[in-house]
């Protein structure tokens, strides 16, 4: 007797779910999660269909290009060995998380009583870090009209912080629109450098920066920066007074010079002056040695 129509469909309905029931598929509650340094997370491996008893289950890391092992064997591996278990049969949780910990998790399944024997799933880990302290440069004085750089930076957090300034506790606004007309700096958020153009005295304040991400902030402390007016009727009046003194102490060397202060002993005509004559000693000039000649005389 043939097959009705609708009961074909049937059988054919039924045939395609049995073949469905027997392949092995995994699924994730969160695929992507996130986590701040630190704590525990759970990498979520959901069997959510299977016939065979006692799957072959399996964890691999991979960063950087590189695959490593997490679970093999019925066994954590590596450092994963002291901070990382198995829960609900599949699903994978790593105590204490760092940085290191970011990275792509592969679960795989294997069954080999199922016609799709193996699956697997990525799941992408992300561990947030806080921002350290942010080293600030802020100069201590700048003169009115000048340029001035400020710089704030910090290598730690991640995902990598964003930077806002501050003067006297109130923010400066990246935003040129923002400003006040009489501002005249830039301020990159990315980068953490705040630059004067031309400073004015209103600049002078206590500044200080904060590091931002996702996973929390941090502040350095506030610096003073002093923006003074240049004293040019002093300066001119300085450079005045020093040409005023060298003047003098040229016009005094040349009176000394003049006066005969700085002339030597034979520029002032004075002559040898002849020994005086021991006792017993007479010195006689004659015209042919032209000096003086000794004769001399004992008493016996």
């Known amino acids: 007797m043939a097959l009705r129509r609708p009961e074909l469909l049937r059988l054919l309905l039924l045939s395609l779910l049995g073949c469905r029931l ?3 598929e ?3 509650s969160n695929t992507k999660p996130v986590v701040q340094e630190f704590q525990s997370v759970e990498l979520s491996c959901i069997i959510k269909s299977t016939v065979t008893p006692d799957p072959r289950i399996e964890w691999k890391k991979i960063r950087d290009g590189e695959t490593s092992y997490v679970f093999f064997d019925n066994k954590m591996q590596g450092d994963f060995v002291t901070r990382a278990e198995i829960l609900s049969r ?7 998380t760092t940085r290191m910990d970011t990275a792509t ?3 795989e399944v294997a069954a080999p009583s199922d016609t799709k024997t193996i699956d697997e799933i990525n799941i992408q880990l992300t561990v947030q870090v806080k921002p350290m302290t942010p080293r600030c440069s802020v100069p201590k004085a700048v003169p009115v009209g000048k340029s001035a750089s400020l710089h704030c930076h910090e290598n730690e957090g991640f995902p990598k912080s964003t930077y806002s300034w501050y003067r006297n506790s109130e923010p400066l606004s990246p935003d040129s629109k923002a400003r006040s007309h009489n501002s005249s700096y830039s301020l990159n958020p ?3 450098t705040l630059v004067f153009h031309a400073v004015h005295k209103g600049d002078t ?5 904060i590091a931002t991400n996702d996973a929390g902030f941090a502040k350095c402390e506030e610096q003073e920066m002093e923006v003074y007016d ?5 300066i001119i009046g300085g450079v005045l007074v020093v040409l005023a003194v060298l003047v003098l102490i ?3 060397i040349c009176c000394a010079y003049r006066r005969g202060y700085f002339a030597n002993g034979k520029e002032n005509g004075e002559s040898y002056k002849t020994p005086a004559k021991p006792d017993g000693v007479n010195y006689i000039r004659t015209d042919d040695e032209g000096d003086f000649r000794h004769k001399s005389s004992f008493v016996i």
């Open 22 to 24: 027997l392949a092995v």
């Open 26 to 28: 995994l699924t994730s």
């Open 190 to 192: 990315a980068t953490g």
């Open 230 to 234: 240049l004293n040019i009727g002093g």
């Open 105 to 107: 998790y592969r679960c």
């Open 90 to 96: 599949t699903s994978l949780v790593i105590k204490n």
């Open 205 to 209: 304040g206590r500044y200080s920066c």
């Open 250 to 252: 040229t016009f005094g």
